[in-house]
């Protein structure tokens, strides 16, 4: 179960994945997946689950299926590390899938643009669409509202009986959104929200605001 | 050969005891062996002798004729001890005119004289099981170790029961091979099962424990308990685990003897009292130390030496003073809140009086009212000599992957050699062909198939079959990685202008802010800021209270503990003539329980509920320590959960447990449904929830010590950062992708067997079976209660779906 918001007139849905989808553009936003950490790792001696790899395209194709969106957009630390044999994994990924793809640079996109541009995979450091800015490291912009990844957001929650927990989010302050990470094998960084600060938590398959 | 030894002794006007000489015996006849010995009784004379004796033996011309290489090996656990037993040793060798060497060699070792010691081995080496892996990591070791005749395993009850004693089963199931005439030695304080510490050492079914024997000290030393005894009760606290309210009762203890030790449980209380201490009496400053395992090592020896010399009036310490080290001064030991063990009670109590006929002294000092129950048992415990076991660990993988690791590092392995050798272990003796090919399959492909796409590199295989590491950057981040102590990630706390102080848990500094004042070694220190793996600090005038917290393990009582608490909990009901002096004192508390509630009785279990600020108490007594009290609230909780969607917390000391929620739970319906069953209790836990974040935790150490994880080269934390992913991501997608692994198994193994004793909880159910159960509605919280309901350090469980549980939470989001 998704849920709505409204930003700048605007429609954005958040999906349980850790996706947001445009609607007025028909355009998926997606950060933080971290293709090839798993392999990174195997080659380095850690025997990470090589299931894990996998199950980063099975959710892809889960959250493409639902939006069938005209343009995804990736918002950095597509891939985790230099290039390995996840690549060609993406490669077929990027073939079947019946969408303009781009990808707005992070940190750890380390990876020759030129691999991706054989792909058709447009590459930008930043992107501006109307007043909506899209980047990989959160930034405030006058008179924009900025997209973006990079810190994977968590919240934790606190109830009666000393409950506790803490579990992945979207985090919006008043002219930023930051994103979960999608990825599969990637950790979560706790924020702490202030009063105007917006937090629509994931859990299991549903977005709540919490 | 023995007037060899008995004239030595004579000249330093000693008398070799009878053990010592039964050893001698033994050793020079080839016999393999476990002594039985405390500290400080002569037990390094017992074995060094022998050893040196036996080269005298096969080298008639020893004075003129030094015949190089190794011959004995000393593995102590604590790298601190080593320097005592290098002197012992020294003494024999030089006195006896032999040329013979004795060498040092742990993490403390420079690297300059580690590689002398590559290219000429010292005759006698002491070294840490660790160190020695590393050894057997180098290449051509197998040359290094050929002659060797002895290997003597100190203070094996120490490394028993812990994986570090798995590493050692290991090595020397290697060095049995390699080397050609040796003879296996462990020496053991006591323990409840010193048989099977034997066996463990020298291997099940091996010939070697067919050769051996278990010799044992006997010495009959007396030990006096004493507990202090608050005067007023009445406001003698109800919880609390500092104990400072009686601080002024050790004062007169302090000053009516030579030195006086007093042991702390953590150490953050050890910072604690030590601040205190000086604070109410300045008079001692300059005659009061601290020692505990994170102060630096210059000070820790210092303070070693201080104790020596007669220099100091007291040092509070922690476990690091438990081991070694011979301090005849102390004449006092004070052990500040329980030590929830005999053993480690008698070792510590053994710390004063240590010249032999004299007599060890030790105060138990109580931190909260509960505790009295529990110095009374101590000191009926250490009447009857009421030792626990320490329970060896089976199949430990992870320790067998590094083990496996470390031999591909070093010279390669032909795995039909090594099945045979770890197979004659006590941890794998039973090990499936099956298990040991999954080992050499995760080794090889970092799984069981073979895929294109997969990268994964450790171990190759050669074509005859040898398994090695070629790569040189492998070798090196597993040498760095040997071991199987896995701690927090540690900062070293510095000062600005240069000078180590000590190391904290990251942790802790992390929640520092620039300017923080916080109590360190002793000083009040300010926190300036982190460089690379450092904290900078200048030292402050500020009073603080912010004092590092480590995440010590917290200890549980053992089966026979338990029980004595239970009998001293129910001489409550005694006239008081027939009760202890402890039980006596506690008279005003009993009766506040008795007015909220009851002190129950053998044929009953109490259950209270009462309703604070908190949300809904329900507590449990079931009096079996710690350890069992987690497993069966983690249990109960499980199965109330079936009964009707619930979400809670649990907490739990040694008394009972407490499972807090914020909707009331039908104690009638636990009842009625026979909740505490035995039946179905091994599937019923492995269900709980709990149970996976247990495992989730007991699955940190594993993935590091099988190398799935790396934790960096020291002092270069961020360089190989890429590397380093956090072990809580990976049990998540084992659990969701490769649950048939053997590493996130054992993870659920030793959970179940070593954290919440499954054997021993199915007893205490049983037990409970028995009994009457007794449900009281109290209006207040009890004393009985208190200490737990207090407990921050709590578990979660919840069956209810997340988001129900997020619609009620979300009102109290933290902003």
């Given at each position: 179960m998704s849920q709505t918001i409204q930003i700048k007139n605007q429609n954005f849905t958040l999906h349980p994945l850790g996706g947001l989808f445009w609607e007025e553009k028909s355009l998926l936003l997606i950060s933080d997946v971290h293709l090839g950490k798993v392999n990174h790792f195997r080659k380095f001696g850690?025997?990470?689950?090589?299931k894990a790899i996998h199950q980063n395209f099975v959710l892809l194709d889960r959250i493409v299926a639902d939006f069938q969106p005209f343009q995804i957009c990736f918002l950095g630390d597509l891939f985790h590390s230099s290039l390995n044999k996840e690549w060609e994994l993406f490669e077929n990924w990027v073939a079947k899938t019946p969408a303009e793809i781009i990808l707005v640079t992070g940190n750890h996109d380390i990876i020759a643009p030129e691999k991706f541009e054989k792909l058709d995979v447009k590459i930008f450091p930043e992107l501006i669409m109307d007043h909506f800015l899209l980047t990989h490291h959160p930034e405030e912009r006058e008179g924009f509202f900025t997209f973006c990844g990079h810190i994977h957001p968590a919240v934790k929650l606190k109830g009666l009986g000393r409950q506790q927990l803490r579990i992945p989010c979207f985090f919006k302050s008043e002219h930023q959104m930051v994103l979960p990470a999608f990825g599969e094998f990637t950790g979560t960084h706790t924020l702490k929200p202030s009063k105007t600060d917006e937090v629509f938590a994931i859990v299991e398959d549903m977005v709540v605001k919490v | 050969m023995f007037h060899i030894a008995e004239s030595w002794f004579q000249q330093q006007s000693w008398k070799p005891f009878p053990f010592q000489k039964q050893t001698w015996t033994a050793f020079l006849e080839g016999k393999h062996g476990l002594l039985n010995a405390p500290t400080g009784s002569g037990k390094t004379y017992a074995l060094w002798f022998p050893i040196v004796l036996n080269y005298i033996h096969n080298h008639p011309d020893y004075q003129t004729k030094h015949k190089k290489g190794l011959k004995a090996v000393w593995i102590t656990p604590l790298r601190a001890l080593s320097q005592e037993i290098k002197q012992s040793a020294e003494r024999i060798t030089q006195d006896l005119g032999t040329q013979m060497t004795v060498g040092i060699r742990t993490g403390d070792t420079s690297t300059k004289e580690r590689s002398k010691q590559r290219t000429a081995m010292p005759d006698l080496l002491i070294t840490t099981p660790e160190s020695l892996h590393l050894l057997l990591s180098s290449k051509g070791y197998a040359k290094l170790f050929k002659d060797c005749t002895a290997i003597v395993v100190d203070e094996w009850h120490e490394l028993l029961g812990t994986k570090r004693g798995v590493q050692m089963e290991l090595g020397l199931s290697r060095l049995k091979t390699v080397c050609k005439n040796l003879r296996i030695w462990g020496i053991s304080a006591t323990i409840g099962n010193l048989e099977q510490a034997r066996e463990v050492l020298l291997g099940p079914t091996s010939k070697e424990l067919e050769n051996s024997v278990l010799i044992k000290a006997e010495i009959n030393k007396k030990i006096t308990v004493k507990s202090i005894i608050p005067e007023e009760m009445e406001t003698f606290?109800?919880?609390?685990?500092?104990?400072?309210?009686?601080l002024e009762d050790v004062i007169p203890i302090i000053n009516n003897s030579k030195t006086t030790l007093l042991f702390t449980n953590t150490r953050s209380q050890c910072e604690i009292w030590f601040q205190k201490i000086l604070e109410q009496h300045p008079e001692y400053a300059g005659e009061l130390a601290m020692h505990h395992g994170s102060i630096n090592k210059e000070t820790r020896l210092w303070v070693e030496q201080a104790i020596r010399n007669e220099s100091l009036r007291a040092v509070v310490c922690t476990?690091?003073?438990?081991?070694?080290?011979?301090?005849?001064?102390?004449?006092t030991v004070i052990q500040i809140g329980g030590p929830k063990g005999v053993a480690r009670f008698l070792q510590r109590a053994g710390r004063s009086g240590h010249r032999p006929g004299k007599e060890s002294v030790i105060y138990f000092l109580p931190t909260?009212?509960?505790e009295l129950i529990e110095a009374s048992a101590m000191q009926k415990a250490v009447r009857h000599h009421a030792v626990e076991d320490r329970i060896p660990y089976l199949n430990s993988f992870d320790v067998l992957l590094q083990y496996l690791t470390t031999l591909a590092v070093s010279d390669g392995f032909y795995p039909d050699e090594i099945y045979e050798e770890v197979k004659q272990t006590f941890c794998y003796q039973a090990l499936s062909e099956a298990q040991w090919q999954w080992l050499l399959n995760f080794l090889v492909m970092g799984s069981q198939s073979l895929k294109s796409y997969d990268e994964y590199k450790k171990v190759e295989v050669e074509d005859d079959g040898k398994f090695i590491v070629n790569s040189r950057a492998v070798a090196m981040r597993h040498r760095f990685q040997i071991g199987t102590i896995v701690g927090d990630a540690t900062i070293h706390v510095r000062y600005q202008k240069g000078g180590y102080i000590g190391s904290i848990e990251e942790y802790f500094i992390s929640k520092l802010s620039p300017g923080d004042v916080f109590t360190f070694a002793g000083r009040n220190l300010e926190f300036i800021r982190i460089k690379g793996m450092s904290a900078h600090v200048v030292n402050s005038t500020k009073r603080t209270n912010k004092v590092p917290s480590w995440m010590g393990g917290r200890l549980s009582f053992s089966a026979k503990m338990s029980e004595l608490l239970r009998e001293e909990l129910y001489t409550a009901e005694l006239p008081q003539n027939e009760q202890s002096p402890e039980i006596q004192s506690l008279a005003p508390m009993f009766t506040k329980q008795r007015e909220e509630s009851m002190v129950p009785q053998p044929h009953q279990f109490l259950i209270e509920t009462f309703k604070t600020s908190d949300g809904y108490h329900h507590i449990f007594y079931p009096f079996e320590g710690r350890a069992i009290h987690e497993g069966m609230s983690s249990l109960l909780a499980y199965r109330i959960s079936l009964l009707t969607p619930i979400t809670c917390s649990l907490a739990f000391n040694d008394c009972g447990f407490e499972l807090l929620s914020d909707k009331k739970i039908d104690i009638q319906a636990i009842l009625d449904n026979d909740?505490?069953?035995?039946?179905?209790m091994l599937s019923d836990l492995q269900k709980s929830l709990n149970s996976n974040e247990m495992a989730r935790r007991k699955f940190r150490d594993i993935a590091v010590i099988s190398g799935m994880v790396f934790t960096g080269y020291p002092e270069k934390g961020v360089k190989m950062k890429h590397l380093q992913s956090s072990s809580e991501l990976l049990f998540d997608v084992f659990k969701d992708f490769e649950d048939d692994n053997l590493l996130y198994q054992q993870a659920y193994t030793e959970t179940f067997e070593h954290q919440l004793e499954e054997g021993r909880l199915r007893l205490a159910l049983e037990r409970i079976a028995q009994q009457e159960i007794v449900w009281k509605q109290c209006k207040n919280p009890t004393p009985f209660s208190f200490p737990i309901i207090t407990d921050r350090l709590r578990e979660k469980l919840s069956n209810e779906k997340l988001a129900d549980r997020i619609k009620r939470m979300t009102a109290k989001l933290t902003r």
């Open positions: 850690a025997a990470v689950p090589r | 606290p109800w919880r609390g685990h500092l104990g400072l309210h009686l476990s690091s003073l438990d081991l070694g080290v011979d301090f005849a001064p102390v004449e909260h009212a509960m909740l505490f069953t035995p039946e179905y």
